[in-house]
């Protein structure tokens, strides 16, 4: 058990929906980040914050957003849900910034949009 | 743009027949490079970090070493529940960021 939660574990929605995905991270940890993973692009990073504030973004859609509240735990909002956006997203937490800081995953987020 | 290179896609072996396989990367300075271990509908388990050319971890029969462009997590006397997709990953230094940039994996399964 990596102490990562994600909820809920599956979601169907409809194309052109929203939906919002929750992380709570291993305690102790300031730095949460969001990756989608599906069968042909492998594991893409989405976005990072540290405590609260955003870090850092990679591949992620306009129609996404995320934040950290003050508690640490995070969200990620996906709307105008598409077809392609049916993937595994996953929450990881580290430490914080710096040398030694192995991302912690949790057990992801299974998102079907039909 | 930091790039992993994961090989080979997929790798059947019996079981006790030991193999390698390669993580061949290109980032902009190099702060630490990642093994993990992905089992069907989990997230991944981190397995090592590997910061300079030269290193060697080592956790029951894994062993993963790097150099400068490539990195080999080596399987000794596999047991099938070694069967797992293997994910190699690198932290780039510098700009702040923090996420790892990821290879698409090895799929290794041990067969009895």
Redesign the interface.
């Known amino acids: 058990d990596s102490g990562v939660t994600q909820t809920p574990k599956h979601l169907i929605t409809a194309t052109g929906q929203r939906v919002t995905l929750r992380c709570s991270p291993r305690s102790g940890d300031l730095s949460v980040y969001w990756y989608q993973q599906s069968l042909d692009q492998g594991l893409q990073f989405l976005i990072q914050y540290y405590n609260g504030e955003e870090r850092a973004k990679g591949n992620i859609l306009e129609r996404f957003s995320a934040q950290q509240f003050p508690d640490l735990h995070s969200e990620l909002n996906l709307s105008s849900l598409e077809l392609g956006d049916s993937a595994l997203y996953f929450c990881a937490s580290s430490v914080g910034t710096g040398r030694s800081s192995p991302l912690h995953f949790g057990n992801g987020t299974r998102l079907t949009v039909t | 743009e930091d790039q992993v290179t994961q090989s080979p896609e997929a790798l059947r072996l019996q079981e006790g027949e030991s193999s390698s396989l390669n993580c061949s990367y290109t980032v902009s300075g190099l702060?630490?490079l990642?093994w993990?271990r992905q089992d069907p509908?989990?997230?991944?388990?981190?397995l090592f970090?590997l910061?300079s050319a030269g290193e060697e971890k080592e956790k029951e029969r894994l062993k993963a070493t790097l150099t400068k462009k490539e990195s080999f997590l080596h399987i000794t006397a596999p047991k099938p529940e070694d069967s797992a997709t293997y994910?190699c990953?690198v932290?780039a230094g510098g700009?702040?960021?923090?996420?790892?940039?990821?290879?698409?994996?090895t799929h290794l399964i041990i067969q009895p």
């Open positions: 702060r630490g990642f993990y509908g989990k997230g991944p388990e981190f970090t910061y994910l990953a932290q700009g702040g960021a923090d996420g790892l940039t990821f290879g698409k994996g």
